[in-house]
């Protein structure tokens, strides 16, 4: 069974920095495109970041580019996102995906497994 957890998450001041972490176990996806999304109350999932297999290519939302660094480590299974300069509209549970098709990088709907998600709450 697969299995995304999800950890780093609380709560920080404007300004500060998080690392949210995202373990998978179950299966290896070290041949997969890993991502992160963002979801606050009221609003629609949206993309933050991705990584291809190799950790070779990232890409990033326009609002968190030059603050955020997706990464991988293939041998821990493991996909990590470093939060700094974090602003107030930054609030959101943040999931890590896994992308096993070849398209839809941005799209919600092109990731095939998901965490339960970490709240992460910046403070003014």
């Known amino acids: 069974q697969v299995q995304l957890v999800e950890s780093g998450g609380g709560l920080v001041q404007a300004g500060g920095s998080l690392k949210l972490s995202c373990a998978a176990s179950g299966r290896t996806f070290s041949s997969n495109t890993m991502g992160w999304f963002r979801q606050a109350p009221g609003k629609e999932r949206e993309f933050v970041a991705a990584?291809?297999?190799?950790?070779?290519?990232?890409y990033y939302a326009d609002s968190v580019k030059g603050r955020f660094t997706i990464s991988r480590d293939n041998a821990k299974n493991t996909v990590y996102l470093q939060m700094n300069s974090l602003k107030l509209e930054d609030t959101a549970g943040y999931y890590c995906?896994?992308?096993?098709?070849?398209?839809?990088?941005?799209?919600?709907?092109?990731?095939?497994?998901w965490g339960q998600g970490t709240q992460v709450t910046v403070s003014s």
């Open positions: 995906a896994v992308r096993l098709r070849a398209s839809g990088r941005y799209d919600a709907r092109s990731y095939d497994y």
């Open positions: 990584i291809n297999w190799s950790g070779g290519s990232t």
